[in-house]
Every structure is written in C-alpha cells, then in structure tokens.
C-alpha cells in the first residue's frame, strides 16, 4: 500500500499481529540520526528510557529496537501501556537542510518480511529543516493506528528532545562523537555508518574519552589466501579504522604482516586504507615474508620490541589475526608472559581456520602480571554483525586498562 503525508489508517489494515519492522531510509549527502520517542498521554518523553537511537538502541522493555540504521523492530503487544504513541524520526547531524534528499521513504514491514506500506518523500516536500517527525504509530480506542507524519523541525535531534519534553544534557562523550564522526564523514564517507557502531560500542563500554594506539597484525600465511581472495582481510582493516581515528590523535593504524618472517607494513590511515592490503608495498601477495607458513613469535617478538623501545606508556590495543594451525605454544606464551609488563593489550583473532592452540587458553594462562590478551574465532567474518563484532573486540580492553593502571603499567 502507498500511503501519502498526513494520511491516517488502522495499523490492522495493512497487518496482522503486533510485531513490526519501521524502516526509514533518507537517502541525503549529510549525516541523519533516526531516533524513536515513546511519548505519553501528555505528548511528552515522561522516561528518557524510551528514547531510541544509536547512543540507546532498545527500551528498557526491548520492545523497541533499533536493529540497523534506520530500522525500528517493534512488538506493540509488550510497551508498557503509559506509552500511548511512538514518533519516528529522521535528523541531520551537522549542517545541511532536508531539501538536500533525493527520492526517500519510510516503510511498515510485518513479521515475515513482508512489506505492507510505504510512504515515499523527497527534499522538495522540505525547505530548510534539518529535521522529520516521519511517522507516528498511536493508539486509539484500544487499538494502533499509523500516521505518515513528515512534519518538518528547522533544529536538529536536540529540538526533536526540547519539543517532547526531554532534556538534552552536556556529556562527556559528546565530543568525542563528533569528533569521530566528523573526521570520518570529512575523509572516509562510506565508513560512517561503521564509525556510529564504534562509537555505540565504545560508550557502551566507557571508551569513549581513551586515548590508546592500535595497531593489527595480519596472518599471511598460505591457508589465509582465500580470505584476502575474498576481501575479508580488507574488512578487516576497514572495521578498525574507525578505532584507530577515535582513539589515536593521529588517527593511525601501525600494521604488521607475517608468515615466516614478519614485516612492518605503512601505517593504515583514512587516506590509504581504500583497498590497502592490495595496494600498500605491492600488495600482500608481493610482501616480503619469506616462505608463507606461519610464525607467530617472530612477529610478536618484533611488535614488543618496537612499542618497548618508543618508551610510550599510552596503551597500545592490538588485533591480531591469524587463521590457526599454531604450534608453538611454548614461545608464544614465554612472549605473552613477557609482554604482560608492558602497556599493550592484545585481541587475538581466529579467521575462518583452527588448531588455535595456546590462543585459545590465554584466559587461563598464569605467570603475568596482567591478564594482557583475549581470543575469540569466527568461522566468517560475516558470521557477526558489525555492532556484534565492535563488542567482542572492546569486552576485555577496559578490564585489562583498568588492571594495568594499577600495576603503574600505563602512564
């Protein structure tokens, strides 16, 4: 069904049930934060708890989700009854105006997928907002209705939580938000939506205002070939990114490749990760690492030499990927113990292998003087959400930042 602005109907006309997906998609050159209000019989946002968006992404309830940008997955069966009407809306983080969309839309899907209506707009339905109240869900006499809303704010997300009551507070975090974003949205376009899940996950784990250096650290032995075939490893790289320009002041990712021998790559950064394991040095079939088996310690031996030499007590987080087939555990874990002294946290990473060895024990492992790493393996990297994946790297950091300061490891 195509419904047009202001046009009203029964939500029961066009689905059965109370579980829903509502889908906003802006299609504007600017950055838009969507956000869902639960507003109260007195029009207002009573408990800034059902305020959904990428800083909350459920209500407490979880019957309001944000499962992806732009995407709202609902169960009205379970909001608390004080909640009389849910307001979903679209705004732009920045400058701009939504006269700037090209053709947009929202749309009501059900259950199976299936959609059930859809409102199309564009920016000359628009003047100079930089804000939409897009669609409106209420109930009356008992029962939901929907309202294609597209009712236009000239302020942004605040006057969205100023007009329903809310208030907007200065946070800490706030400025590394932006900050991030920014530098994203200036340099690299097409990684901001990965750059908002960074930061979600990074205030979700009290990350935000850390500054720490990241470094990743690539298996190019023979067994990988098919995850740089298939352009994994290039996800890789452009998933830490964002990590790198939030926490680095430089914004840069120090980079090692190895198999036999290991080979400290160009820094990745904004202006060269676009297809960096290709291009950089060659590209990795071109690296110089000697014959393309595996050997961990040498690569880990030489990544403690250079951050114990730059006398640097700023943390230094570091993925390292590998694919499995390791094999020796004895140097690897005297290099880990060892490494425990110093101010660097290491993610290993399975990909698409096994055989992990004594990655798969470092939880366990005694004799350090911090809990200095963690392991997790993934059969794809496709295998987990971005949002997912931002969370398994940032859950053992703030424990061992937190130990590490301490033990008077870190500055």
């Known amino acids: 069904m195509q419904l047009t602005q202001g046009q009203r109907l029964p939500l029961s006309s066009i689905l059965q049930g109370d579980q829903l997906t509502l889908s906003l998609t802006l299609k504007s050159p600017h950055v838009i934060d969507y956000a869902c ?7 207002k946002l009573s408990d800034d708890r059902y305020m959904v968006f990428f800083n909350q992404p459920a209500t407490p309830c979880a019957s309001v989700r944000l499962a992806h940008e732009g995407a709202f997955s609902l169960n009205l069966a379970t909001l608390p009854a004080t909640i009389e009407r849910l307001v979903f809306t679209a705004a732009i983080d920045g400058n701009g105006a939504m006269r700037d969309l090209a053709p947009s839309a929202f749309a009501v899907q059900a259950a199976n997928g299936a959609t059930a209506a859809t409102c199309e707009f564009q920016g000359r339905d628009f003047a100079s907002e930089k804000a939409i109240m897009v669609a409106d869900l209420y109930r009356k006499d008992g029962a939901w209705r929907l309202q294609a809303n597209l009712q236009g704010f000239n302020d942004g997300l605040d006057a969205l939580v100023r007009h329903f009551g809310g208030e907007v507070l200065e946070q800490p975090v706030a400025p590394a938000r932006i900050s991030l974003e920014k530098k994203i949205a200036d340099a690299a376009p097409h990684l901001l939506s990965l750059a908002k899940k960074a930061q979600l996950s990074l205030e979700k784990n009290n990350l935000a205002n850390v500054k720490a250096r990241v470094a990743l650290v690539l298996d190019v032995s023979g067994s990988m070939n098919g995850q740089y075939n298939k352009g994994r490893v290039q996800e890789v790289v452009n998933r830490l990114v964002p990590l790198a320009v939030h926490f680095d002041d430089d914004g840069e990712l120090d980079c090692w490749g190895f198999a036999a021998k290991p080979q400290q790559l ?5 202006a060269n990760h676009k297809d960096y394991v290709n291009t950089v040095e060659g590209g990795w079939k071109r690296w110089n690492l000697g014959a393309r088996v595996n050997d961990e310690p040498k690569v880990i031996r030489q990544v403690i030499d250079y951050y114990k030499r730059s006398g640097d007590l700023t943390p230094v987080y570091v993925m390292f990927i590998s694919d499995g087939g390791v094999h020796e555990n004895k140097a690897i874990t005297q290099l880990i113990v060892e490494a425990a002294r110093y101010p660097v946290f290491w993610q290993f990473v399975g990909l698409g292998g096994s055989s992990y060895g004594i990655l798969e024990k470092l939880d ?29 790297l940032m859950n053992e950091f703030p424990s061992w930042l937190k130990e590490a300061r301490g033990k008077g490891i870190l500055g």
């Open 37 to 43: 209000f639960g507003i109260d019989a007195a029009g």
């Open 266 to 270: 160009p820094a990745v950064s904004l």
């Open 364 to 392: 366990t492992l005694p004799g350090r003087v911090v809990d200095n790493c963690g392991f997790f393996a993934l059969d794809d990297l496709h295998d987990v959400s971005e949002e997912a994946l931002y969370d398994k």
